[in-house]
């Protein structure tokens, strides 16, 4: 029923906020994409994968700015 579609969108979107507030994105992806399927018509979820995607994205490039700047100061002690 359309009672239960909402119930179980409201607890899925539930979950999936949790997880974002806890910086999980990958999960918290993957529940906005299962409230999705339950209400294709709310665009909440797609709002918040896009932030969390971007989060990822975000994050893999700091990690990869990280590893170069380490990898600059080690290369540097050699020539000093």
Avoid: H
């Avoid at 409230?35 to 896009?50: R, S």
């Avoid at 990280?66 to 540097?76: D, F, H, R, S, T």
């Amino acid at each position: 029923s359309d009672a239960q579609k909402e119930q179980a969108y409201i607890a899925m979107v539930g979950k999936a906020d949790a997880e974002f507030n806890n910086n999980n994105w990958s999960q918290a992806i993957d529940y906005y994409q299962k409230a999705k399927v339950l209400k294709n018509d709310e665009t909440y979820p797609d709002d918040k994968i896009a932030i969390a995607t971007s989060n990822i994205q975000n994050e893999l490039g700091a990690e990869v700015e990280g590893k170069y700047q380490a990898n600059i100061e080690k290369a540097n002690t050699f020539f000093n």
